[in-house]
């Protein structure tokens, strides 16, 4: 695609292989957040084929791995968001790609948001429970 940042993204990759790359996240949340995507243009996750999957977790092990030894963080979040209603923009681009957050214990993403989390959350109600099972089996 002629405007996406990730399909004219040559030279920026950190790594890649058949089907995916990784490449450091603009804008980013931490140093080290980086995106793995598929080299395909691709806008809704169940379009991907398997060996795009396979190729894009076994990016994702790898550089978790290495984020890890950098001493970047203790863990890693792995998160892919659909939004589609969202306007796109600097946030929101129309090809897949999953982010790679290098997390440690009470580091800057809790500071700023997640140490409010806890408020969110509710307790997963039977009735609810019961509806959303029904929905999605």
Known sequence: MENCP????????LTENEHAFVLLSDPRKVP????VIPKRHVEQPWELTQEERRDIFELADAMTQKLIAAKLGDGVDLRQNYRPFMQKGKLSVRHIHFHLVPRTQDDYIYQVSEKYDTELFASLDPSEAKEVTKLLK
Do not use: D, I
Request: net charge positive; hydrophobic share 35%; glycine share 16%.
């Open 6 to 13: 990730f399909c004219n993204a040559k030279g920026r990759e």
């Open 32 to 35: 080290g957040h980086a995106l």
